[in-house]
């Protein structure tokens, strides 16, 4: 059972318009939620997170905004660059100290010059 | 380097091998997980270790897998008699105590022949 769902393999969008990535959860106890970046053959990087307090996070050209109600959150970055050309991955965890994540299946996202 | 160095790199083995995968977590991080990679699928958690807390091995697919971790140091994750489904991308990732940011290591590709 996929607790975490990023629905779209691949995306692809013009340099200087938004990119939108989506992610759906299951799991009503998950109450923090990350967005991390992958190269290849590199590890993945922390991009942003958010927790359920908040239904919006920004830094710089990114945000993350939550929907609760919805079990949904998306990352928007804008203006796209080629260099966020990568695959993103949105990951969620519960407030059980342990920060165990789960992570949902990556966005290939590409940006076109 | 203050990341997250792992090795092998990358490792290729035939059926039936034992190998065995090296993390070294940031300096100071006491908790250290775990992930696999498989092609075309998201990061599954594996196991996490917490400071001198007995260690959370809920995510181990099978008893071939098994992670030690001495201290806040070095972890080393085993699986053995490997089968061609073991093969995949394993990532390490370590988090400071008082965080909720992991950050990865950039991963051993695991190829079982």
């Known amino acids: 059972d996929q607790q975490v769902k990023q629905n779209s393999p691949s995306l692809s969008v013009q340099e200087g318009r938004i990119s939108i990535l989506n992610c759906d959860y299951t799991?009503?106890?998950?109450?923090?939620f990350l967005w991390y970046k992958k190269y290849p053959a590199e590890g993945p990087t922390f991009l942003i997170s958010?927790?359920?307090?908040?239904d919006k996070n920004e830094d710089g050209r990114f945000t993350v905004f939550l929907n609760k109600s919805a079990k949904h959150l998306s990352l928007h970055i804008v203006p796209s660059q080629p260099g966020d050309s990568a695959v993103y991955f949105c990951a969620a965890s519960s407030a059980s100290g342990t920060y165990k994540y789960i992570f949902g299946t990556g966005t290939r996202l590409k940006v076109l010059a | 380097g203050a990341g997250v160095s792992q090795s092998p790199s990358n490792k290729v083995t035939e059926k039936g091998k034992d190998v065995e995968l090296r993390c070294d977590p940031i300096s100071g991080h006491t908790a250290l997980y775990w992930y696999r990679q498989r092609l075309g699928q998201g990061l599954e958690f594996l196991i996490y270790f917490q400071g001198n807390s007995a260690p959370d091995k809920s995510g181990l697919p099978s008893d071939r897998f098994s992670a030690e971790r001495t201290g806040e140091s070095v972890s080393t994750l085993t699986i053995q008699r490997t089968q061609q489904e073991d093969s995949a991308v394993y990532l390490c990732a370590s988090r400071y105590q008082l965080t909720d940011t992991q950050y990865f290591g950039p991963g051993t590709r695991l190829t079982v022949l």
């Open positions: 958010i927790s359920s307090i908040k």
């Open positions: 799991n009503s106890m998950f109450d923090y």
